[in-house]
C-alpha cells in the first residue's frame, strides 16, 4: 500500500494563497488517478479536484478558477495551489491516490491537513 503524506495547511486571511503538498512513498502504477478531497466541520467530505495519469484534470465548481492541482513525477507528489481562499474553504483537506494494480484498484489516503480561511 502507498502511503501518503501531507503537508501546507494551516491559517490564511480571507483573498490568500497555500500550496498543499502529498508525497507518495512508492509509484505503484503508471495508470493512476490523484485527488484531492476536503471535509468541514458537519459535511460529507467533497472531492475539489483530480488528475489523471494522461493529465486531465477535473474541479469542483466552488474551486474552479482558483485552484490547481498538479504533480511532480520525479518527486512522486502532488500538490494543490490554492489562491483566492474564502472563508467556505475552511476544511481538513486530503490527498487521495487510485493506482491500477494487477488485482484491481489500489486506493490510498493521506491524513489529512487543516486549512482555515480566516481574519
Known amino acids: 500500500q502507498v502511503q501518503l503524506v501531507e503537508s501546507g495547511g494551516g491559517l490564511v486571511q480571507p483573498g490568500g494563497s497555500l500550496r498543499l503538498s502529498c508525497a507518495a512513498s512508492?509509484?505503484?502504477?503508471?495508470?493512476?488517478?490523484m485527488a484531492w478531497f476536503r471535509q468541514a466541520p458537519g459535511k460529507q467530505r467533497e472531492s475539489v479536484a483530480s488528475?489523471?495519469?494522461?493529465?486531465?484534470?477535473d474541479y469542483a465548481d466552488s474551486v474552479k478558477g482558483r485552484f490547481t492541482i498538479s504533480r511532480d513525477i520525479a518527486k512522486n507528489t502532488m500538490y494543490l495551489q490554492m489562491n483566492s481562499l474564502k472563508p467556505e474553504d475552511t476544511a481538513v483537506y486530503y490527498c487521495?491516490?487510485?493506482?491500477?494494480?494487477?488485482?484491481?484498484?489500489?486506493?490510498?489516503w493521506g491524513q489529512g491537513t487543516q486549512v482555515t480561511v480566516s481574519s
Open positions: 512508492v509509484s505503484r502504477s503508471s495508470i493512476f488517478i
Open positions: 488528475l489523471t495519469y494522461s493529465g486531465s484534470t
Open positions: 487521495n491516490l487510485r493506482s491500477r494494480v494487477p488485482s484491481g484498484w489500489e486506493q490510498s
